[in-house]
């Protein structure tokens, strides 16, 4: 398995090498900076509509000079983030009407008939998501490297939290297009299955056993309570098994050859 630990390595190194895409891809990172709002001033300063700290689809597009379409459909895609926080509301109707008499609107949004309008939490969560913008690049840099908002630790685990990400989903796919084995019969079955493998090969539980030994909520991700280094084990486990279910092998015959090997894992 020293193979297998040495790819983790490499994507690591790769990963930290660009780590500003952490935040594009793992939410509770952006949970844990997005209360660092200030921030984007250093990078270019943030117009907001007066008499608020509010801004427009538009105004955001035009801070991260993006199109006005790359930036409504990264609100599209992640509404219910943003809804998580309260970083955006939508105004209609009566509301609508009483907010455009308190606030001065620039000439083309006092005839509009809805209108988005972001937090400065929710402009930063956008500059965290959105990936072909040079001021957004510069905001992740400066969140991640320049103040080390985040620590070496927290990083670390970002990292790795991403690479077992992706190794869970080409465990996944190895399980869709190659495992035929008896497992199939149940539909849905054969992904608890093999989780509860990897974690019995780890520590001699399963997913519930797991869970009750962090005392983790209902909601609560599994991985999210798990340790850098233990990542890292489970990555190693799963890679092993998408290998073998690739050379066709059954769930049986995985189980055994695993758990016999289990010390060169743990």
């Known amino acids: 398995m020293a193979k297998g630990k040495k790819n983790v390595q490499q994507v690591s190194y790769d990963l930290t090498g660009r780590n500003e895409l952490i935040l594009t891809e793992s939410k509770s990172m952006r949970d844990d900076l997005v209360f660092k709002d200030d921030v984007m001033d250093k990078v270019k300063f943030v117009t907001v509509i007066p008499e608020t700290s509010e801004v ?20 599209r ?27 001065h609107l620039a000439p083309e949004l ?7 309008l972001i937090t400065r939490r929710g402009l930063l969560r956008i500059g965290m998501l959105l990936t072909e913008s040079e001021v957004a690049k510069s905001i992740r840099n400066y969140l991640l490297n320049v103040e080390e908002i985040a620590d070496a630790d927290q ?9 077992s990400k992706r190794e869970r989903r080409r465990l996944t796919d190895s399980i869709q297009s190659f495992y035929n084995g008896s497992l199939k019969n149940d539909r849905g079955l054969e992904y608890a299955t093999f989780t509860n493998l990897v974690y019995k090969v780890l520590w001699d539980t399963d997913t519930v056993g797991l869970r009750e030994m962090y005392g983790l909520e209902k909601g609560e991700a599994t991985r999210d309570a798990l340790s850098t280094e233990d990542l890292r084990k489970v990555v190693d486990v799963e890679t092993a098994i998408s290998s073998l279910i690739r050379l066709r092998k059954d769930y049986r015959e995985i189980r055994d050859e695993l758990i016999a090997g289990k010390d060169n894992f743990r």
Not at 77 to 103: C, D, W
Request: net charge positive; aromatic share 10%.
């Open 155 to 163: 990083r670390q685990w970002a990292i790795e939290r991403e690479i």
């Open 110 to 116: 006092k005839s509009v008939s809805s209108l988005t």
């Open 56 to 75: 427009t689809i538009e105004m955001a597009a035009n801070y991260y000079e993006v199109p006005h379409d790359t930036v409504k459909a990264i609100v």
């Open 77 to 103: 895609r992640n509404r219910t983030e943003f809804n998580e926080y309260a970083e955006l509301r939508v105004l209609k109707g009566a509301p609508l009407a009483t907010f455009k008499g308190q606030v």
